[in-house]
């Protein structure tokens, strides 16, 4: 009999332990599954660069624990600097890709965050709003044209309408050719994403004809050269990527945005596809996009 109860006991405690067994399986299974694959949330870009009075658009994706897009999602959206860029509109729900778009305006020059959330999740996106920080470095060339035509005329903030323009000499005095090279120096670090030479497009202009003061003849474009800019032992120059037999302004994007305190483009001469002088290229006005303002 009291054999018997034993028998039983283990037989009951065995039972016991295989429902326990299923329970904490099932209690592991489910508490793995819903901490190993949660509902995400991503925003793309990564990062944001534009322009002053500008704006770019971002677009925020949420995803369910099965990788699934969730629609009719709340996403609230939120800038930590409203005086550097906005964010609009302020919230919204996904559509059926699980997706949201959102404007960010620049406002003024310099670094924002904009956060967005969703229920637990929350992504932030660092934007920069950048503006012509040209006018506050100081300009140098290999030498060309002084005074009314000197290196200062590059940065001056007057437009290529304007006619204010430096030259630079690419022949030497026995009418050979060499290259000639342009620079400008911050004298501390500044971040940049694109830049803009303002040159002639192959055509004679600023005048009627040779006997205007500001007359530049035809073929005196800056064409080609090399972009540089100054590593940060103060002394290394860092070749970012060239242009090559361009025709009108030089319109160039930095693959990555860089941090320095001077850039250069070098082996400047005109595009051989232009006729006319071949020589002395002209630059108008020579434009760099970021951050900080000069203000």
Same mark, same amino acid.
């Given at each position: 009999?009291?054999?018997?109860?034993?028998?039983?006991?283990?037989?009951?405690?065995?039972?016991?332990?295989?429902?326990?067994?299923?329970?904490?399986? =099932?209690?592991?299974?489910?508490?793995?599954?819903?901490?190993?694959?949660?509902?995400?949330?991503?925003?793309?870009?990564?990062?944001?660069?534009?322009?002053?009075?500008?704006?770019?658009?971002?677009?925020?994706?949420?995803?369910?624990?099965?990788?699934?897009?969730?629609?009719?999602?709340?996403?609230?959206?939120?800038?930590?600097?409203?005086?550097?860029?906005?964010?609009?509109?302020?919230?919204? %729900?996904?559509?059926?890709?699980? !997706?949201?778009? =959102?404007?960010?305006?620049?406002?003024?020059?310099?670094?924002?965050?904009?956060?967005?959330?969703?229920?637990?999740?929350?992504?932030? %996106?660092?934007?920069?709003?950048?503006?012509?920080?040209?006018?506050?470095?100081?300009?140098?060339?290999?030498?060309?044209?002084?005074?009314?035509?000197?290196?200062?005329?590059?940065?001056? *903030?007057? *437009?290529? *309408?304007?006619?204010?323009?430096?030259?630079?000499?690419?022949?030497?005095?026995?009418?050979?050719?060499?290259?000639?090279?342009?620079? %400008?120096?911050?004298?501390?670090?500044?971040?940049?994403?694109?830049?803009?030479?303002?040159?002639?497009?192959?055509?004679?202009?600023?005048?009627?004809?040779?006997?205007?003061?500001?007359?530049?003849?035809?073929?005196?474009?800056?064409?080609?050269?090399?972009?540089?800019?100054?590593?940060?032992?103060?002394?290394?120059?860092?070749?970012?990527?060239?242009?090559? *037999?361009?025709?009108?302004?030089?319109?160039? %994007?930095?693959?990555?945005?860089?941090?320095?305190?001077?850039?250069?483009?070098?082996?400047?001469?005109?595009?051989?596809?232009?006729?006319? !002088?071949?020589?002395?290229?002209?630059?108008?006005?020579?434009?760099?996009?970021?951050?900080?303002?000069?203000?």
């Amino acid at each position: 009999m009291e054999n018997s109860k034993i028998s039983q006991n283990i037989t009951y405690e065995v039972h016991i332990k295989k429902h326990i067994n299923h329970f904490i399986i =099932f209690i592991f299974t489910l508490v793995f599954c819903q901490t190993a694959f949660p509902n995400s949330i991503s925003v793309t870009p990564d990062s944001l660069f534009i322009d002053v009075q500008s704006s770019s658009t971002a677009t925020v994706k949420i995803l369910n624990d099965q990788k699934s897009p969730l629609s009719n999602v709340p996403v609230t959206a939120r800038s930590n600097k409203e005086s550097v860029a906005v964010v609009a509109p302020s919230g919204g %729900l996904t559509n059926s890709n699980g !997706q949201i778009s =959102f404007t960010i305006a620049g406002i003024s020059n310099g670094t924002a965050t904009i956060t967005f959330n969703s229920n637990t999740l929350s992504k932030s %996106l660092p934007v920069s709003v950048i503006s012509n920080i040209a006018p506050c470095a100081i300009a140098s060339s290999s030498g060309g044209g002084v005074d009314e035509f000197g290196p200062e005329m590059m940065n001056d *903030e007057l *437009e290529k *309408e304007d006619c204010h323009y430096h030259w630079i000499r690419t022949q030497n005095k026995l009418g050979q050719r060499k290259h000639g090279w342009i620079r %400008l120096d911050w004298g501390k670090e500044v971040t940049i994403t694109r830049m803009t030479i303002q040159t002639t497009d192959c055509n004679e202009s600023c005048g009627e004809d040779s006997n205007d003061f500001d007359y530049i003849d035809s073929g005196r474009n800056v064409g080609n050269g090399v972009v540089q800019y100054l590593d940060t032992d103060g002394i290394t120059w860092i070749t970012d990527d060239e242009f090559i *037999e361009e025709i009108g302004d030089v319109e160039y %994007l930095f693959p990555e945005p860089i941090t320095t305190k001077a850039i250069r483009v070098k082996k400047i001469s005109p595009s051989t596809q232009c006729n006319g !002088q071949q020589s002395n290229p002209v630059v108008f006005e020579w434009k760099v996009y970021g951050t900080p303002s000069c203000n």
